[in-house]
């Protein structure tokens, strides 16, 4: 088990807390949260079902707070959740999921599965499985204050009203054009009519 993923499954163990435990305890595979989802309307694919989008934290919680759980792990009859299965999951957790909240909307016992979405991000995160994209957005808002990396004096630029042209700014035009500013003020307003 390398350090990081050790971390992570640490991370896992440390977010599971009352009412995770309590949601996973409570779940009675209903599937009326995959109903909701977007993801699995559109797909049809079981994968994005929000509850099975939380698997790998799903068996931390049964394999390290359950006896169930534990006896199943030492018997070996509960898969260990392994590194690259979190490699595996990290598009269902981040990329398939909008935060919308709905499917926590209609669970019958209330389980609020965006919480625990949220937690498993976080568990994901703390072992290196967050995607390449969003690691580096957070790195420039913690370094820069901006996740796009914009600078304050490019806010500057853009938030600071514009001033109307003055005669000698006007004059400072090069010549082509300002020939063609006073020709087009010259032109009559309406040269159709003039036509
Ligand atoms: S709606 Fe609630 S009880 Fe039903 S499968 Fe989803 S999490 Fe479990
Ligand atoms: S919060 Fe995520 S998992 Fe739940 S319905 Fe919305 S997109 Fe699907």
Known sequence: MS???????????EVIDAPVASFFSSCVHCGLCAETCLFYTETGDPQYAPIRKLE??????FQE???????????GLSK???DEELAAWSPLVYDSCSMCGRCSMVCPVGNDLTLMIRKMREGMAADGHAPEGLITATTRAVTSGSPAGVKWVTVQAQ????KPPTAASRSALPTSRANSSAASSRRPRNSRSSA
């Open 80 to 82: 260990p959740v392994t």
């Open 56 to 61: 790998p934290l799903r068996r931390t919680w």
């Open 159 to 162: 938030t600071t009203p514009m």
């Open 65 to 75: 707070y359950t006896l169930l759980g534990r006896l199943a792990k030492l018997a």
């Open 3 to 13: 350090a990081s993923f050790e971390r992570g499954i640490n991370a896992f163990k």
